[in-house]
């Protein structure tokens, strides 16, 4: 611990999770604020180096993955005694008009469309809400509810400290 009454983001790791919950609401906001800035910084780091190594190594990631025949996807050289990995996901987005209308022609000329086109189905909350009782109910076996991560924001208020 520290000379002072305060814990330190140091002292953190050596402290069962029990004994950090039942610290002062101050302290436990000092440290989650201390804690945010050190992500926040080493993430702008992380960005910068990010940055720096794709200047590096764009142009011969471009010129190995061009040599292979290929546009996007993983490649590997050597640099110094470090293999560099370079990887170029492909994203592909589908025009959902476009392919309503693909799917309509598969339809129309006997085959199905499933068989090309996966399809999700989901009915948004607020129209959900917006149902009718009787028409909720008929809903409601297809609907599950998950909650996510729950999340804290703490703010010190004037004159805490």
Known sequence: MTISNHITLADIH???VGQIAAL??????????????????????????????????????GDFRHEAGKDTGTIRFEDGGVTVIAELPKRIDWDQT?????????????????????TKLSVSERKYGALPESWRRG???????????????????????
């Open 14 to 16: 050596r402290m069962p």
């Open 24 to 61: 002062p609401a101050d302290q436990l906001a000092l440290l989650k604020g201390m804690a945010d800035e050190q992500l926040t910084q080493a993430k702008s780091i992380s960005d910068w180096l990010d940055g720096a190594i794709s200047l590096k190594y764009a142009d011969r990631a």
């Open 98 to 118: 476009k392919l309503a209308k693909i799917a309509a022609n598969i339809a129309s000329a006997g085959e199905d469309p499933a068989e090309f086109i996966d």
């Open 139 to 161: 809903f409601e076996p297809a609907r599950t509810v998950r909650t996510g991560k729950p999340k804290f924001r703490l703010v010190l208020n004037e004159g805490a400290i």
